[in-house]
């Protein structure tokens, strides 16, 4: 049983199109969630932690926020340089300090 | 600051041969992490290093990969004998230390290295 799933899997949006991504998982004793932002070729950039529930964070377009079981990134407005993969991980108390990652959503904004 | 540096971006071998790449951590970090990520996966952690010793090689295939990292600083992974299971991009990842128990901080991706073995 996949320990983080993000859903949907692949996501098209026409520019200004707002949508969430979102990511569930079900590790015990969270110790931090992560949003990473992959481009084609590149490793993942860091983008957001979210420590406890109720937790927002906001960087330009993007806004994320983590529930005891999910979070979700909100994407307003959207532009075309926003098309990416977005990857979501956990780091729990059984990890080591280790990440388990999601398999992503790949998002495609059109013009 | 510069990033995680890797080498080569690129490698393409035959299955049953070698192959060796290269991380240099950004500069004051001490945990450093190899992953394997295959097409349309997310990354998976292979081994985790605090300064020049393992901390987790749990998921590490320890038959055909191994990794060091000399003086606590770059890292080397290996491949010997590549399987076309293999062909995937290598990430290398670090963060700050962190004190036992902690884990709190972000980690840093490198570029990678494109394995294809054919």
């Known amino acids: 049983e996949d320990q983080v799933t993000q859903s949907p899997e692949a996501l098209r949006l026409q520019e200004g199109e707002s949508s969430s991504l979102n990511c569930s998982y079900t590790v015990s004793g969270l110790r931090g969630l992560f949003w990473y932002r992959q481009d084609p070729g590149k490793g993942p950039e860091f983008l957001f932690t979210?420590?406890?529930a109720g937790e927002e964070k906001e960087k330009e377009r993007l806004k994320a926020t983590l529930t005891k079981k999910e979070s979700f990134l909100h994407i307003t407005a959207p532009k075309p340089e926003d098309s990416a993969t977005y990857l979501c991980?956990?780091?729990?108390?059984?990890?080591?300090?280790?990440?388990?990652f999601g398999k992503g959503t790949k998002l495609s904004v059109k013009p | 600051e510069a990033g995680v540096a890797q080498s080569p971006r690129y490698k393409i071998i035959e299955k049953r041969q070698s192959v060796a790449f290269w991380c240099n951590p950004i500069?004051?970090?001490?945990?450093l992490y190899w992953y394997q990520q295959i097409l349309g996966q997310g990354p998976k952690l292979l081994i985790q290093?605090?300064?020049?010793?393992?901390?987790?090689d749990s998921q590490l295939p320890k038959d055909r990969f191994s990794a060091e990292r000399l003086k606590g600083v770059d890292s080397t992974l290996k491949i010997q004998p590549a399987k076309l299971e293999d062909s995937a991009v290598y990430l290398c990842a670090s963060s700050p230390h962190e004190e036992s128990g902690r884990w709190h901080y972000e980690q840093y991706f490198g570029p990678g290295t494109r394995l294809t073995v054919t």
């Open positions: 290093f605090q300064n020049n010793g393992v901390v987790d």
């Open positions: 979210l420590y406890s």
């Open positions: 991980a956990v780091r729990y108390g059984g990890s080591q300090g280790n990440l388990i």
């Open positions: 500069s004051g970090h001490a945990t």
